[in-house]
């Protein structure tokens, strides 16, 4: 058989697929990058924040025109209006402009981007029988068909190759949707309401971002009506007044409505590599279950797949056994995911007397609680309420310390 044209094919241009490219680009590989759109980062599917943490995780220079906001942390907000704060900076992107700058800088290190071209097929070719070779790639757009050593799945929640291969179970998905809203004052936190009443088994969020605009959204399980929720919650708080507008990225004279996409919550999909294949972000079924946040963790796994190609390409052996160095990275660093779905599960059985019950026993600032101040807490809801003790409220604080930006939260 010929040599395959590319050393690594990644699909889909979002943040896992621009980290995976750029990361394979720095080290030398032939890369192309695969778009379905015309445009690169449109529609905005997500809050559009990164911490800090990430972003030197990452090892990225953020230029300021991607930044919508510089923000100090995140504030959780309860029943009986109570708020914690979780003080750790980061961004507010302009996320459609951060995509397309990532998709930039890989090409800058050499990468190719295609966009407007749609894989249909993927089809494995082998040298023996049993000896794995390269991919062929089939599709809509001038360069099909492609062959490649390695695929990099960054295709999203649907995960193209799972699709077409069914190589891994299935994952849980919930939809999350927001408007962009005008004239809304923030003193630099992002807030998310646990707030049963407008998102069961949920949260809503108020996202700031520069010029008083604000992503506002909401997440939930049970809601049929997930919109009109989102109305409802806008209508009855301190944002029955603002405007909803059109984003920046929408077609301007199109009638405004939310926007938004669907966000995997079951953890990790059984099985993230197969022969020649690795697939990272949302595909994989990364994402912080608590909260969803999904960039930072795309974006590692991204760099994950990187390193595991290359190492593979310079050995000229790319079979799945060869490429289970990825699942050892990803597993090694990512947060427990069961013990945060442990957690979100038992949060989600409370009640909003509950809630604000253990809301009450924290502390103000939650970041860098000490141990001493864990039991602490502990104790004051033992004190308040024992029956949340049996009600694994434990579990919820674990989850919530879990979802800081250390932890891949955000």
Known sequence: MGEAEWDVVVIGAGPGGGSAALHCARLGLNTLILEEHEQIGIPVHCGECLSEVAVQNLDLKLPE?????????IRV??????????????????KHLFEEWLINEAVKEGATFKASHKVRSLSKKFKL?????????????????????????ASGVAGISSKILNNS?????????????????NDGYLDFYIWPKYAPEGYVWMIPKKDERANVGLVTTKKKDKVKSLDSFIQDTYLNSNEKVDPPWRKKGTKIKPFGGTIPISGPRNNTIDDGLIMVGDAAGFTSPLFEGGSHLAMKSGKFAAQVAEEAIKKNKYSKIELKKYEKLWKEEFPPYHKILKGKKALYDLTDEELAIMASCMPDEMNGMSTITKLGVGVKILIKKPKLIRKKVISVLLSFGYSRAKYYGW
């Open 65 to 73: 025109e991607v930044i919508s906001l510089h923000v100090k942390g």
């Open 77 to 94: 907000l309860f029943p009986n209006k109570i708020e914690k704060t979780l003080t750790e900076p980061g961004y507010v992107l302009e």
């Open 129 to 153: 029988e049993n000896q794995f070779s390269n991919w062929e790639i089939g599709g809509k757009g001038e360069l099909f068909p492609i062959t490649a050593k390695i695929i990099i799945d």
């Open 169 to 185: 179970n299935k994952i849980e998905v919930i939809a999350g949707y927001q408007y962009e809203m005008s004239e809304v004052k």
